[in-house]
């Protein structure tokens, strides 16, 4: 069964960065699309960015788009989440996904196979 666990989430002045990791156990998610969403309690979860299982491809949201880059190294098993430019609204618990399919993780998150827990991701004005 695979696990995802992300990781490097915390709390961060608005304008400053953080990047985020999502480590995969349990099997390769080679030929997997990665991505991020996030989440504000009492709101519903957001898509954030997603890439291709070869790194060719990449999807952001238009909220992050030129602050946010994600990214993957298939060796590592691993995918990031570079946040720049971080703003208040950023803030969120960050989700790692994974599925063979990039539409999926992209427009129907309920039929994602892999969610990780979470990291937590604070930025003070």
């Known amino acids: 069964q695979v696990q995802l666990v992300e990781s490097g989430g915390g709390l961060v002045q608005a304008g400053g960065s953080l990047r985020l990791s999502c480590a995969a156990s349990g099997g390769t998610l080679k030929y997997y699309a990665m991505g991020w969403f996030r989440q504000v309690p009492g709101k519903e979860r957001e898509f954030v960015a997603v890439v291709r299982w070869d790194g060719a491809s990449t999807d952001y949201a238009d909220s992050v788009k030129g602050r946010f880059a994600i990214s993957r190294d298939n060796a590592k098993n691993t995918a990031y989440l570079q946040m720049n430019s971080l703003q208040p609204e950023d803030t969120a618990v960050y989700y790692c996904?994974?599925?063979?399919?990039?539409?999926?993780?992209?427009?129907?998150?309920?039929?994602?196979?892999?969610w990780g827990k979470g990291t937590l991701v604070t930025v003070s004005s």
């Open positions: 996904v994974a599925d063979q399919s990039l539409v999926i993780v992209r427009s129907f998150p309920g039929a994602i196979n892999y």
